[in-house]
């Protein structure tokens, strides 16, 4: 069975107008974002473009470290109550 030409094209326009929640793209642009803040922040303050890059390696790895530890600590909790 096929759908009418008129609600194909609904489809279609709707599918466009949501593209915009359903694309990962735009986090990545977001984080892209977040990043340049920061670095121009650590410029404003005096950083060096060597000093920034360097605080903004070890942060990046840091919060990679503290993912991992996160996501061991809730896989080794799951199902028991946590208390905090």
């Known amino acids: 069975m096929l759908l009418p030409m008129h609600v194909i094209e609904d ?3 709707a599918y466009r107008r949501a593209q915009k929640y359903l694309q990962t793209e735009a986090l990545n642009e977001a ?12 410029y404003i ?8 890059e360097a605080i903004l390696s ?12 996160w ?14």
């Open 45 to 52: 303050v005096g950083y060096s473009k060597e000093e920034v």
């Open 31 to 42: 984080e892209d974002l977040k990043l340049e803040f920061k670095r121009q922040l650590l």
């Open 71 to 84: 996501l061991n600590m809730v896989k080794a909790f799951k199902g028991k109550p946590i208390f905090l």
């Open 11 to 13: 489809m279609h326009e």
């Open 58 to 69: 070890c942060l990046k790895r840091l919060f990679g470290v503290m993912a991992k530890k």
